[in-house]
């Protein structure tokens, strides 16, 4: 049962332009929702996080949205650079900080 | 630079033999740690949690046994792999928790494969 999903296991996008990753979740209680930058062969690197109680976050080109309605997120990176090719999961965790339920990725490429 | 680390990178055994792993938190103290494992093109699997001067806590269907758990200090806990399989290649992942700040911090993996 894949309590995080992440429909879309690739995207594309040209530089300059907006990427959209986007991540469902089923279970109502989680409340901290994460979203992890992976190369491959190596850990995944923290990116952005949202508690439950917001329904947006942004830290320079990242910005995160969150639906609880709908058990959507999302992430925004604008401009996209080719350095943010990688590897991207969504994770959330019903404790705030503890487990983590990771989603099965969307890789991103980035094209100059 | 690297706030967890992981030794080895990279570890090939023969079947049947045990393999260690050890994640190290190196800007923080750690009383929970995390022990992941990764399929190819597969998410990451929590496998153990691991709190400093106790029994770790391991998720279901994970056996205990065989992947053995120590977190001795506060920046350092080991996997240990028994007995290996085959089935248990696999890219495994430690992460730390930094306290008060509640982020999990990641190691970069340790690629083990089983012959």
């Known amino acids: 049962d894949q309590q995080v999903k992440q429909n879309s296991p690739s995207l594309s996008v040209q530089e300059g332009r907006i990427s959209i990753l986007n991540c469902d979740y089923t279970?109502?209680?989680?409340?901290?929702f994460l979203w992890y930058k992976k190369y491959p062969a190596e850990g995944p690197t923290f990116l952005i996080s949202i508690s439950s109680i917001k329904d947006k976050n942004e830290d320079g080109r990242f910005t995160v949205f969150l639906n609880k309605s709908a058990k959507h997120l999302s992430l925004h990176i604008v401009p996209s650079q080719p350095g943010d090719s990688a590897v991207y999961f969504c994770?959330?965790?019903?404790?705030?900080?503890?487990?983590?339920?990771f989603g099965t990725g969307t890789r991103l490429l980035v094209s100059p | 630079g690297a706030v967890v680390s992981q030794h080895p990178s990279r570890v090939i055994c023969k079947s049947g033999t045990s393999v260690k792993i050890e994640c190290r938190s190196l800007?923080?103290?750690?009383?929970?740690m995390f022990w992941y494992r990764q399929f190819p093109k597969q998410s990451l699997m929590l496998m153990a949690t691991?709190?400093?001067?106790?029994?770790?806590?391991?998720e279901q269907g994970v056996e205990k046994d065989k992947f053995l758990i120590n977190h001795a200090s506060l920046t350092l806990s080991t996997l240990t792999v028994t007995s290996a399989h085959p089935e248990d290649s696999s890219f495994y992942i430690c992460?730390?928790?930094?306290?008060?700040?509640?982020?999990?911090?990641f190691g970069p993996g340790t690629r083990l494969l089983v012959l």
């Open positions: 994770a959330a965790s019903p404790t705030g900080f503890q487990k983590l339920v």
């Open positions: 691991s709190n400093e001067g106790s029994k770790a806590t391991y």
């Open positions: 279970n109502s209680m989680f409340d901290y």
């Open positions: 992460s730390a928790l930094r306290p008060l700040v509640g982020t999990q911090y």
């Open positions: 800007d923080f103290q750690a009383t929970t």
